[in-house]
């Protein structure tokens, strides 16, 4: 596991090394695989990582591990069109592996190193009901976050606003997310029925989605706020909940692979489909709408996530 996220960090980072003799679209694309397989590696690996390494703190850190994804995302999506506007391109993709050359320094002098175990990792849960349960949650609500991420700032320029005031909401968004991921690490321990947080979770995103339908301009700063909030601890918890149900690393990995592989694939068709109805209608409402009834079925699928009577078979 510590090499196997040792590869992903050094992956990532020739990804974005590269990109400053980029030079076509083919080899941008080729980096952005390369990206892509080792994001795909480290977060595969990490969960059973934090399993091992301190059982009774993971969910601790699998909370501040997701809300530094949320916080990396948005502090390199802030910088990269400045730095694009002073350096060019090439320099603003490629600054990029600075981070992650820091990250792998860190990494390797700081944490413990520990050897996966020879015994090798379980076959994927897909036999287990309750498995699919858990890819299905974490898609829909990772779609909520793609979905309100790539669509947001359309939906205040189509009603009047400029640019650089949807990128603000965008912005303040992504501090909202940020600060509840970090209350969620804060306190998870605490929260030992996870489905507790899940509604509060759920219910804030409700009535983000209810108001950027119904008042999306007088209430501006409001709804994004709560749709902040509720998206960027809905993300956390939805792995801690999975993470929940393993009982060592070796399930950690295989339970994570399985939800994680499935979930994004979902989470990737809530903004697809939601342009495919921007071109039928001229009109985000219709997928807001469709996410209301996606987190509608999350409270539903919710209910079940007992710490007591829900498991996953191995």
């Not at 977060?43 to 997701?66: C, E, H, W």
Request: hydrophobic share 55%; net charge positive; glycine share 10%.
């Amino acid at each position: 596991m510590y090499i196997g996220i040792l590869v992903g960090l050094l992956a990532i980072a020739l990804s974005c090394g590269y990109r400053f003799f980029a030079d076509s679209t083919l080899l941008l694309l080729l980096t952005s695989l390369i990206g892509g397989i080792g994001i795909a590696i480290i977060q595969t690996l990490m969960p059973a990582y934090l399993k091992r390494i301190s059982p009774d703190n993971a969910s601790v850190f699998m909370g501040l591990f997701t809300t530094g994804i949320m916080a990396g995302a948005a502090i390199s999506a802030a910088i990269t069109s400045p730095l694009e506007g002073a350096f060019g391109w090439n320099i603003a993709l490629s600054i990029m592996a600075i981070p992650v050359i820091l990250a792998i320094i860190l990494f390797s002098s700081g944490m413990p190193h520990i050897k996966s175990s020879r015994n090798g990792y379980l076959s994927l849960p897909i036999k287990s009901k309750n498995a699919w349960l858990l890819m299905l949650f974490f898609g829909i609500g990772t779609g909520a976050y793609t979905l309100v991420l790539a669509w947001l700032p359309l939906n205040y320029t189509q009603l009047g606003w400029s640019r650089n005031a949807s990128g603000a909401l965008l912005s303040i968004l992504t501090v909202a997310e940020v600060i509840s991921g970090t209350l969620i690490s804060i306190f998870i321990k605490k929260l030992t029925d996870r489905r507790k947080p899940l509604f509060v979770t759920l219910s804030l995103i409700l009535v983000g989605l209810i108001l950027l339908i119904y008042i999306p301009s007088k209430l501006a700063f409001l709804t994004v706020i709560i749709l902040g909030l509720g998206i960027g601890a809905l993300f956390p918890l939805s792995l801690i909940t999975a993470l929940d149900y393993a009982s060592n690393a070796k399930q950690a990995v295989t339970l994570l692979a399985f939800v994680q592989g499935g979930g994004y694939l979902i989470a990737s068709a809530f903004p697809f489909m939601a342009g495919i109805l921007i071109d039928a209608s001229s009109d985000l409402t219709g997928a807001w709408v469709g996410m209301i009834v996606g987190i509608l079925l999350l409270f539903a699928m919710c209910k079940k996530f007992s710490p007591r009577n829900f498991m996953v078979r191995y």
